[in-house]
T-cell receptor
């Protein structure tokens, strides 16, 4: 069983929709949670990071962490065609620098 | 401020050859990590260097090695290439291990194709 599970999609939504992306994890040692966006032929770009359970908002993006359920989410409001990319969750333990990534969810926002 | 620079962007090698990939981190960043990205396995951690010392290593065979120079630039080397080594190799940098809690900055990667 993988340490981090993420539905690879693909996920296709109309412009303006609310998108929900999720990851589950099994290792309670993970303490830091990040979301990356990766466009085709590019490296991952950090979108958001969070440490504690709860919500963190940045513009149209909201990251949600539920440590008790080992479940993290990224919500995108008013989705735009430019949001079309692969979204990766990344988790990190308290010590050390290794990130463990989910498989990534491929998102397409249709105009 | 320049980002993480990886060279070359694309590379085609033959089985059995060796290859060296280069990464220049963001100016001032001292921690450099390498990841391999493939469609089947996703992003997998290779190793991490800080101040010229390897701090952490992933579950890859000894054919994969790396080093970091005094200016924080890093190289990774893969010897005796196999078809399965075809992947996007990504380099990521951060100021230090603690700052990695807030995410790394990745380069655009080197696309290696082994034929």
């Amino acid at each position: 069983q993988k340490e981090v599970e993420q539905d690879p999609g693909p996920l296709s939504v109309p412009e303006g929709a609310i998108v929900s992306l999720n990851c589950t994890y099994s290792n309670s040692a993970f303490q830091y949670f990040m979301w990356y966006r990766q466009y085709s032929r590019k490296g991952p770009e950090l979108l958001m990071y969070t440490y504690s359970s709860g919500n963190k908002e940045d513009g149209r993006f909201t990251a949600q962490v539920d440590k008790s359920s080992k479940y993290i989410s990224l919500f995108i409001r008013d989705s735009q065609p430019s949001d079309s990319a692969t979204y990766l969750c990344a988790l990190k333990p308290h010590s050390g620098s290794r990130l463990t990534f989910g498989e990534g969810t491929q998102l397409t926002v249709n105009p | 401020k320049a980002g993480v620079t990886q060279t070359p962007r694309y590379l085609i090698k033959t089985r059995g050859q060796q290859v060296t990939l280069s990464c220049s981190p963001i100016s001032g960043h001292r921690s450099v990590s390498w990841y391999q990205q493939t469609p089947g396995q996703g992003l997998q951690f290779l190793f991490e260097y800080f101040s010229e010392t390897q701090r952490n290593k992933g579950n890859f065979p000894g054919r994969f090695s790396g080093r970091q120079f005094s200016n924080s630039r890093s190289e990774m080397n893969v010897s005796t290439l196999e078809l399965g080594d075809s992947a996007l190799y990504l380099c990521a940098s951060s100021l230090a291990e603690r700052q990695a809690n807030y995410g790394y900055t990745f380069g655009s990667g080197t696309r290696l194709t082994v034929v």
